[in-house]
Nanobody, 121 residues
């Protein structure tokens, strides 16, 4: 089993920055991809960014150039640096962890509790 604990959310003005952290513990040997998702009220959950154990990253088009996903292997922690924040970035942000399947698809089996990010204009 894997536990994910998120932190770093908060309220900022448009143009500001936040850094989210996700600390993983438990049976992390089974994990080879981690990601950040977000969900705004009444909207579908969407992938923000992902990073594999090999360091490959992917980003939603809406955050490219503004957000950066990274990892600190010594701390078993994944980060999401969010710059130039916009009101439309307002959402609950969730950390996810899972596996890269043989097909190349990512399957997320574990989820954090979520952390609120609010960007005001």
């Amino acid at each position: 089993q894997v536990q994910l604990v998120e932190s770093g959310g908060g309220s900022v003005q448009a143009g500001g920055s936040l850094r989210l952290s996700c600390a993983a513990s438990g049976s992390i040997f089974s994990i080879n991809v981690m990601a950040w998702y977000r969900q705004a009220p009444e909207k579908q959950r969407e992938l923000v960014a992902s990073i594999t154990s090999g360091g490959s990253t992917r980003y939603a088009d809406s955050v490219k150039g503004r957000f950066t996903i990274s990892r600190d292997n010594a701390k078993n922690t994944v980060y999401l640096q969010m710059n130039s924040l916009k009101p439309e970035d307002t959402a609950v942000y969730y950390c996810a962890a899972g596996r890269v399947l043989s097909s190349g698809a990512y399957k997320y089996d574990y989820w954090g509790q979520g952390t609120q990010v609010t960007v005001s204009s």
